[in-house]
């Protein structure tokens, strides 16, 4: 494992052949309890320039990807892209198959289509799948034919256990799919209910997106994608919603001047505050304010 010296604050690793077979694009390697070599080198931050697959059939050591910590599971599928950082609490025996491959592996003509595939991609920067039994079943079942022709030189070799890889990560990329998918959407409930409870406290002062994206620690362009996919609505316009509805309901029920009413909203000036009213509702405040009161008497 030679570290690649372009980056001087954390290290990236090749991938190296293996003795006596692979190459330095693709190499499958079963895990049957030896401890990996350089082991001093995963106790520290590191980067792999690779893709990397481990199912992991028994096995309990603890190491972090990026700033979330993983605690290795029995029949449980784990997976990182190139850039993750990676680090290791311990170096301890694993039982399971590894994969790997590079970019290069990845650009060779029959592969192309595999990196638009979820767990090429990776868009949720995740690691860790889980397996049901059936997902068991065909996991192992594809991993000991893609070991098979690995292992076993034979006519079209590369193509048949390519055949495999490919098999191994559409299935893999739809558990992608459904985990990491439903629980994001879970998390951008969240921070729907999030957002619209800062907006409810703080519609008088923060008129911006870029206000409440930075009391939520998101950039702007990410909280109004979320907003926009969860409700419909972008974000200004459920700030802009907010707004107009206390306008609406100080020009009812009060007798506030507009002027007023512009300072109570965290407007500077009027003339804006007119045009920015009659844009959303079509009207003016003072033509609002006695439209809706002819209704009401």
Same mark, same amino acid.
């Given at each position: 494992?030679?570290?690649?010296?372009t980056?001087?604050?954390?290290?990236?690793?090749?991938?190296?052949?293996l003795?006596?077979?692979?190459?330095?694009?693709?190499?499958v390697?079963?895990?049957?309890?030896q401890?990996?070599?350089?082991q001093?080198?995963?106790?520290?931050?590191?980067?792999?320039?690779?893709? @990397?697959?481990?199912?992991v059939?028994?096995?309990n #050591?603890?190491?972090?990807?990026?700033?979330?910590?993983?605690?290795? /599971?029995?029949?449980?599928?784990?997976?990182?892209?190139?850039?993750?950082?990676?680090? /290791? =609490?311990?170096? *301890?025996?694993?039982y *399971?198959? &590894?994969?790997?491959?590079?970019?290069? @592996?990845?650009?060779?003509?029959?592969?192309?289509?595999?990196?638009? &595939?979820?767990?090429?991609?990776?868009p949720?920067?995740?690691?860790?799948?889980l397996?049901?039994?059936?997902d068991?079943?065909?996991?192992?079942?594809?991993?000991?034919?893609?070991?098979?022709?690995?292992?076993?030189?034979?006519?079209?070799?590369?193509?048949?256990?390519?055949?495999? !890889?490919?098999? !191994? !990560?559409?299935?893999?990329?739809?558990?992608y799919?459904?985990?990491?998918?439903?629980?994001?959407?879970?998390?951008?409930?969240? &921070?729907v /209910?999030?957002?619209?409870?800062?907006?409810?406290?703080r @519609?008088?002062?923060l008129?911006?997106?870029?206000?409440?994206?930075?009391?939520?620690? &998101?950039?702007? *362009?990410?909280?109004s994608? #979320?907003?926009?996919?969860?409700?419909? /609505?972008?974000?200004? =316009?459920?700030?802009?919603?907010?707004?107009?509805?206390e306008?609406?309901?100080?020009?009812?029920?009060?007798?506030?001047?507009?002027?007023?009413?512009?300072?109570?909203?965290?407007?500077?000036?009027?003339s804006y505050?007119?045009r @920015?009213?009659?844009?959303?509702? #079509?009207?003016?405040?003072?033509?609002?304010?006695?439209?809706?009161?002819?209704m009401?008497?």
């Amino acid at each position: 494992m030679n570290p690649i010296r372009t980056d001087h604050e954390i290290p990236r690793y090749a991938l190296n052949p293996l003795d006596g077979a692979g190459n330095s694009m693709f190499q499958v390697v079963e895990g049957t309890g030896q401890l990996p070599s350089q082991q001093d080198a995963l106790l520290i931050p590191h980067r792999k320039d690779y893709y @990397f697959l481990a199912y992991v059939r028994d096995g309990n #050591t603890r190491h972090w990807v990026d700033m979330t910590p993983y605690t290795l /599971k029995p029949q449980t599928f784990y997976f990182t892209i190139p850039h993750q950082v990676h680090l /290791k =609490e311990e170096v *301890g025996p694993m039982y *399971g198959t &590894l994969v790997a491959f590079t970019e290069e @592996f990845l650009a060779l003509d029959d592969n192309r289509l595999l990196k638009k &595939l979820p767990i090429i991609q990776n868009p949720y920067n995740g690691h860790e799948l889980l397996l049901s039994a059936r997902d068991i079943a065909f996991v192992e079942e594809t991993l000991a034919k893609m070991t098979a022709e690995y292992q076993y030189p034979a006519d079209w070799q590369h193509e048949m256990a390519s055949a495999h !890889l490919r098999v !191994l !990560l559409i299935y893999l990329s739809r558990l992608y799919t459904e985990q990491f998918t439903q629980a994001q959407q879970q998390v951008d409930r969240q &921070l729907v /209910k999030r957002f619209q409870s800062l907006v409810e406290a703080r @519609f008088k002062e923060l008129h911006q997106v870029a206000d409440y994206a930075d009391l939520l620690h &998101l950039s702007a *362009g990410h909280l109004s994608e #979320t907003i926009k996919q969860q409700s419909g /609505k972008t974000a200004i =316009e459920l700030i802009h919603e907010r707004l107009v509805l206390e306008a609406k309901r100080l020009l009812f029920h009060t007798d506030h001047s507009v002027k007023e009413i512009t300072a109570r909203l965290g407007f500077e000036d009027a003339s804006y505050f007119n045009r @920015f009213f009659k844009r959303l509702t #079509t009207r003016t405040p003072v033509e609002y304010r006695t439209s809706i009161r002819e209704m009401y008497h």
